[in-house]
């Protein structure tokens, strides 16, 4: 198997002159390839209270325990899907948001693609926080039988493609 | 919807052939070096001399400076300004002659022409707030810094400075000969920040709501910067990410306030009569005797009643620190106060706390039991805790480390109501700031040039205490059985490690040029740390190497060398491998299990014999009659072995064991080969549980010394009388495997939080 990786990349961070104890925003999300089913299992985790920066900005929401859960991951599923985007052969394809769960201080969200044909190039477009933390990174793993990729994205690049053949 | 356009700033095209065959050649492969991982670390490491021995202890002629400060600070609440002037007595100790000072001007940075605020690259923003647009478009940068009066010989005279960026050197009139003193003076004052909206360890809080501000000051005085026997003269900048490299001396403090303000500061209060009303005194000196709980010297109600009036009289607070690297203190009339005496070893030590009521009732009811379980585990593990008091300090997001005095984080709702991430985040935070009067303002290490060597022992030190706090404090954690750490646990920083090796530093990396600094000099370290002390040397071992290094150090300057020095030095066990593989590379963790053969005693040599015979020109009738055979087994039995199939092995068991049935049915009948593979480039312990057909399983940890002749795979034999049936590498995830999935024989479907949660919801 050849693959071959296409990767926009280019590191900048913040402005903070000075920077301390977990002053760093990072969200790291996990997609799986399982070629049985021709899916893509989706995992993003961020930490609980940089996404309640999001979620309190309009209303009074609270994470864990969830103040109300429906309401909660209709908000969630809302952000996630029109920041988080990926296109399998330059075609968006649709998240199915399977739910969410708190593990310590991070946030985890499971989303589920499928997908309709083989699988020639993945793209990513990832904004997650991006309008609420100028020096949020966006850590993307993706992962392909035993061929792994990983992507740091931020706000001046938000975006990667990876071809495989 | 909205469309971005992108700038493709860079394409790296990678390309992966995993089919390529290597070259066929008759020569053989180029010679190399010596890239052993278990290779010494003669290169990496200098030298050892007099002023650091090879055992990483202090030589015979290790020196420090020694500074010693008189200042008279005056905060101007009104108009947010800081004034000062220093009398400075510098020792120097070293054998060397100085013919000029550097001091360091940390507030500089915010200069509103700094470089640091061009540090980084990046382009134009695709998405940015509008707040940040403006910020960063619109706004005018802060300016701040140091403005110098002037510098002054004691006699007066005036003294030539220059200003180098965060830094001053002052020219001598005569050189400051080695073991001489040289005393002088300094008048300055700046512009305070606001350290909410600037991100800043140091400034104020500004409260909208009563329109008072809560002050957290540091770095606010020119400070010498340290000499010694590694640096000559500490030259690296202040670039905001590298803290602080600082000289241990004598402080006396005036700290004239607004006189309805309350302070708390580094060092012990002189007049506290002077400055506390009468009422207050009183339960200042209840509290110097209440062991059991906090006593509250200033409550919110008398702080409620102070918000509104804004004194215009002035009250000095004096403080002397004896021995500390740094001086910090904290100022406002919103701030409630309170107090324990904590037993440490044979000494009273005051744990104090300091918040506006905006941090109640979270802060009343867990800061100073936090600051007391901080002291009793640190000081059982390190040294006994040598100051008066620690102070754990209110600031809002941001946590930040001075000698006997820190900023924390952990705020409630406006309605007083906090989840138990905020409650968790706070206690957290104030271990692990009150834990940095450890490292590294007593194992005064040069933060400047090695973040790790604080942040990652401290965070290591606070894993710990988190663990014990939860042991002692079981209805703060409930329902929980064990507090929820964030960091120290290996199976954590799984993520970190695996993740792209462009954008992962090694640990011994400079602050400035790290790109994760939270993983990377807090808890890539302090995993390691955990894994030394749980993994590989053992809690006995490591506890008593880590305390020597702690006392060793204390109240004098390390290098990172003397830590790993003293390490190996007090448990004899070599670890130039860890050192080299956790903290000068970026290589990972990744051991399996490839595979396993059964072997059978055949009664005639197996084709692989025959080869080996042939070889040497040689057949089976050659050999002596006293060798036995073994062949795998290739599946088909899973039954023991007959000892029947070979001669000379049935002679030698009924003449060594005879009728003794019992010795003879606790023979090993099964024979086994594991081959365990090793994709990760770090070398690590192969622990190995084995799964026996009755239920039973074995545990056996092969030293890491097995991959030093082979860094890809090992084979070990297992001869058992029980049939096996599973082989697991690592079960218990504690040596930071970043892949599991190759950790099982018979290979383990091992589920993903995605596919245990699925399974989750569906049942």
Redesign the interface.
Same mark, same amino acid.
């Given at each position: 198997m050849s693959i071959i990786v296409l990767f926009i990349m280019m590191l900048s961070q913040g402005e903070n002159v000075e920077l301390e104890f977990h002053d760093y925003y990072v969200s790291t999300t996990q997609v799986d390839y399982i070629k049985k089913k021709n899916i893509l299992q989706i995992t993003i985790r961020m930490f609980i209270n940089d996404f309640e920066d999001v979620i309190t900005k309009n209303n009074n929401l609270k994470l864990d325990p969830d103040s109300n859960s429906i309401e909660i991951n209709k908000q969630l599923n809302q952000y996630i899907i029109e920041k988080f985007k990926i296109l399998a052969n330059q075609e968006p394809m649709i998240l199915d948001f399977i739910g969410k769960e708190y593990k310590t201080d991070m946030l985890q969200v499971y989303y589920e693609v499928k997908l309709f044909e083989k699988i020639k190039s993945v793209s990513f477009e990832n904004y997650i926080l991006f309008d609420f933390f100028k020096n949020q990174q966006n850590i993307i793993h993706f992962k392909i039988d035993k061929f792994r990729k990983s992507f740091l994205l931020d706000v001046n690049n938000p975006k990667a493609t990876l071809f495989l053949d | 919807?909205k469309k971005?356009i992108?700038?493709?700033?860079? #394409?790296?095209?990678?390309? /992966?052939?995993?089919?390529a065959q290597e070259g066929v050649s008759s020569l053989p492969k180029p010679g190399h070096g010596n890239n052993n991982k278990f290779k010494q670390l003669y290169e990496e490491f200098s030298t050892p001399n007099r002023y650091r021995t090879a055992s990483g202890a202090p030589g015979s002629d290790y020196y420090q400076q020694q500074v010693d400060y008189i200042m008279d600070i005056e905060l101007d609440d009104k108009n947010t300004k800081l004034y000062g002037e220093e009398t400075i007595i510098y020792k120097n100790n070293s054998p060397d002659q100085l013919d000029y000072l550097w001091i360091q001007l940390d507030q500089n940075?915010?200069k509103k022409d *700094?470089p640091?605020?061009e540090k980084?690259?990046?382009?134009?923003?695709?998405? #940015?707030?509008v707040e *940040?647009f403006a910020a960063?478009y619109f706004d005018k940068p802060f300016d701040g810094g140091f403005n110098i009066n002037w510098v002054k010989s004691n006699s007066g005279l005036p003294l030539k400075y220059t200003i180098n960026n965060t830094m001053m050197r002052v020219d001598l009139p005569n050189p400051i000969e080695s073991g001489e003193s040289y005393s002088f003076k300094i008048k300055w004052w700046y512009k305070i920040n606001n350290h909410v909206t600037?991100? *800043?360890?140091s400034g104020y809080e500004f409260f909208p709501t009563d329109g008072n501000r809560a002050y957290v000051i540091a770095q606010f005085f020119p400070r010498l910067a340290v000499y010694n026997d590694v640096e000559g003269w500490q030259n690296y900048q202040f670039w905001?990410?590298g803290e602080f490299a600082l000289n241990f001396g004598n402080y006396e403090v005036n700290l004239t306030v607004p006189a309805d303000h309350v302070v708390e500061a580094t060092g012990d209060l002189k007049n506290p009569r002077e400055v506390l009303t009468n009422e207050e005194f009183k339960r200042y000196k209840k509290a110097q005797n209440s062991f059991d709980k906090p006593v509250i010297i200033v409550n919110q109600e008398e702080v409620v009643e102070k918000e509104s009036k804004f004194s215009e009289k002035k009250k000095t607070w004096k403080y002397i620190a004896k021995n500390v690297r740094d001086f910090a203190f904290a100022s406002s009339r919103k701030f409630i106060w309170d107090m324990m005496a904590v037993k440490v070893g044979p000494r009273k030590v005051m744990a104090v706390s300091l918040y506006p009521k905006e941090g109640n009732p979270l802060w009343e009811k867990y800061s100073t039991i936090a600051v007391a379980q901080t002291l009793d585990t640190y000081s059982k593990y390190t040294f006994d805790y040598p100051y008066p008091k620690a102070v754990s300090v209110h600031a809002k997001n941001?946590?930040?480390e001075y000698p006997m005095i820190c900023w924390n984080y952990g705020r409630p709702d406006e309605d007083g109501k906090y989840?138990?991430?905020?409650k968790?985040?706070m206690i957290s935070?104030i271990i692990?700031?009150v834990g940095h009067n450890y490292f590294p303002m007593i194992v005064n290490s040069d933060e400047r040039q090695w973040g790790w060597m604080d942040e990652g022992l401290d965070t290591f030190m606070q894993y710990l205490t988190e663990q014990e706090f939860g042991e002692n404090f079981k209805e703060a954690i409930n329902p929980l059985s064990k507090y929820?750490s964030?960091r120290g646990e290996p199976s954590k920083i799984t993520?970190y490690m695996?993740?792209?090796q462009?954008?992962i530093s090694a640990i011994m990396s400079n602050p400035e040029n790290v /790109?994760?600094?939270?993983p990377n000099a807090?808890a890539k370290p302090a995993t390691a740390l955990n894994i030394l002390r749980e993994t590989i040397m053992g809690r006995e071992l490591f506890d008593h190497a880590f305390k020597t290094y702690s006392q060793r150090w204390m109240f004098k300057h390390p290098t990172p060398e003397d830590f790993f020095r003293t390490m190996e030095d007090a448990s004899a066990v070599d670890l130039d491998w860890f050192w080299r593989g956790w903290f000068y590379s970026t290589d990972y963790v990744d051991i399996g299990v490839k595979g396993v053969k059964k072997y059978k005693i055949s009664s005639k040599p197996g084709p692989e014999v025959d080869k080996i015979l042939s070889a040497y020109g040689m057949t089976a009738n050659d050999l002596a009659p006293d060798y036995v055979f073994m062949s795998p087994e290739n599946g088909e039995n899973n039954g023991e072995v007959d000892f029947n199939n070979s001669i000379p092995l049935k002679k030698y068991i009924d003449e060594s064991f005879g009728d003794n049935s019992t010795e003879k049915n606790n023979l090993p009948k099964y024979f086994y080969e594991i081959e365990f593979e090793k994709p990760g480039g770090l070398v690590m312990p192969l622990i190995v549980e084995y799964s026996y057909k009755d239920g039973t399983k074995d545990r056996i940890k092969y030293p890491v010394q097995v991959w030093r002749k082979n860094d890809n795979s090992v084979r070990k034999v297992l001869a058992t009388n029980k049939e096996l049936i599973g082989v697991k590498v690592d079960p218990d995830m504690e040596t930071a495997d970043i892949d599991n999935s190759n950790n099982s024989w018979p290979k383990e479907k091992s589920s993903?939080? /995605?596919?245990k /949660?699925?399974a989750k #919801?569906k049942g």
């Open positions: - | 919807m971005f992108y700038s493709i700033s860079l #394409i790296i095209f990678i390309s /992966f052939n995993t089919s940075i915010r *700094a640091a605020l980084n690259g990046g382009g134009a923003d695709p998405l #940015i707030p *940040a960063k600037n991100r *800043a360890r905001g990410n941001q946590g930040m989840s138990d991430r905020v968790f985040g935070v692990h700031e929820p964030r993520p695996s993740g792209n462009d954008n /790109f994760q600094l939270g807090y993903s939080d /995605f596919e /949660f699925k #919801i």
